[in-house]
């Protein structure tokens, strides 16, 4: 958890190398400093609130938006002035479908390989390869616009991956799945991850920045935070009280004046404290306000993200993130 | 250049699952060729059959001019969902995507041009081997020009909704002053000023040589106007794809919002 930290050289596995990364539009900087190093076969997430540079950094890698200042490389190729070699080692899914909806599945891939000079049996091959290694040959001849939204997620992984490259970014990838869907396309990604291929996301869903290696946690155009998971969550230290009360600004107040730092959250208070449990008794019987309701537990990727920032992931467009509060220990 | 194909083969496949949309685009030069003509041509000294042969290739141009720039539109419907994104991203050189849009869009309009270049004998316009090559030639020309028109507008815009815009503000005052209806060697001396500035002007007046053997402009004036236009209107287009997803601003970018 050292953000920013001064500049080490980059290890000899280095796939992406960031340094100092600014981007600047007119008058409003979207990212203020970013160093990173990822290596191959990491799964590696950026988190972090609408608005936070999640979206500059992730175009700036994907050669959809120049920097500003610092310098950024891919597989040791330049991001803006080498564009065209970081573009045959990459594949990305988007949010949005980036298939053409009245073709077939199967011609959206071999379209895709052709854009990447492969020939036309070398496409037609990877197209039948990777249409039966996820599970799409039964949808290969169906326009894609008579796919199901699992399927159509899948299609656009199975797009990404059709000129087989060395880094494979995703950007909200999952956006609207089901649950089980969204599980089975991470194991899907998580399987490819251990095969060699670096994977580089960003989420809204907590529970899938879960199996990332590695997560950083931006915010107002700086790494904030970086680490595995675990590491993120020890780093928070202790555990996390949750308070509703009649009137959570009048008790924010009192637990100020006592030292306690308490963020506010969708309606309630968020504590940490290096031992939730014996300080829990005397707060409820001196906080001045009537407490409505107590929760208590483990740190989750939120919590560390809510007390680094004091504000949540879940800007006005994100989704609710589920499980959160079931007081489970992740 | 294969990548530039493979785009040509996507729109054409597109082009070609939209066959209504080709069916129902002739009709609007077929109402200019039969309905206009003929009603205008009774009143007019050149007379009815006369009058149809003399805009048939102003009809042509017609054809040419509105096919190959709402062909353009399916750029913005792929700037919609991320397919344009995925190309984008894709190790494809800026200028095949551009050029692979103008040729898809050019060839489509040459489609239909073709359907209609088969009533010629129709309306009295008699082709012969030379004058068949000739005005091939100037449909080329004429649909690689109007391609690259309807790809430069296109490449800047996300929404289809500029596209009606377009079509009143842009492309109905440069037809109407081309000459495609009248001689322009007739009309008033600021028509006449104007069509110089006016791509589909030389269009028409290579069209109208190549059928008819009349014109106004000299023909390697009209020729290089309509290379100069393609060629510049290209290198607009190559620039805008090469900026990817990064915008002069205009378009604020979703960062501003947020940020103190």
Known sequence: MSPNAAPVPAPADAVIVVEGVTKRYGEVEALRGIDLTIRAGEMFALLGPNGAGKTSLFSILATLRTLTAGRATLCGHDVTRERAAVRRNIGIVFQEPAIERRLTVRDNLELMARCYGLGAAEARRRAGTLLEKLGLQEAADRPAEQTSGGQRRRIELARALVARPRVLFLDEATLGLDVEARRNFWAEVRRMAGEGLTVFFTTHYMEEAEVADRIALIAEGRIIALGSPRELKAGFGGGVIRLSTDDDTAAAAWLAGRGFKAATAEKQLLLVHADPAAVLPLLVRELPVPVRRVEMHAPSLEDVFLELTGRGLGGDSAPAVPGRFNGAAP | ?260
């Open chain 2, 1 to 260: 250049m294969s990548a530039a194909w493979t785009l040509i083969v996507l729109d054409m496949k597109r082009f070609w699952q939209d066959r209504i949309r080709l069916v129902s685009s002739l009709i609007q030069p077929l109402l200019y060729l039969f309905v206009l003509g003929s009603g205008l041509g009774a009143s007019s000294r050149l007379g009815g059959a006369d009058y149809r042969r003399y805009i048939f290739p102003g009809v042509l141009a017609l054809t040419l001019l509105f096919s190959s720039t709402f062909a353009a539109i399916t750029i913005v419907f792929d700037r919609q969902i991320g397919f344009l994104k995925a190309v984008l991203v894709a190790p494809v050189p800026r200028w095949a995507i551009a050029a692979g849009r103008i040729g898809a869009g050019a060839l489509q309009a040459l489609v239909q041009a073709a359907l209609l270049l088969v009533l010629a004998p129709v309306v009295g316009v008699h082709l012969s081997p030379g004058s068949l090559l000739a005005v091939i030639g100037a449909m080329v020309l004429s649909a690689a020009a109007f391609s690259a028109i309807g790809v430069a507008v296109a490449a800047r815009f996300s929404s289809p909704a500029v596209f009606p815009v377009i079509s009143n503000a842009l492309l109905l005052p440069m037809y109407f002053l081309s000459g495609a209806l009248y001689p322009l060697g007739m009309a008033p001396q600021w028509m006449k000023v104007a069509a110089h500035f006016d791509p589909v002007a030389y269009a028409v007046d290579l069209l109208r040589r190549a059928l008819l053997g009349q014109g106004f402009f000299v023909v390697p004036i009209a020729v290089a106007a309509l290379v100069l236009v393609t060629a510049l209107l290209l290198w607009s287009s190559v620039r805008v794809f090469a900026r990817g997803e990064d915008t002069d601003g205009r378009r604020g970018p979703r960062a501003s919002r947020l940020l103190p």
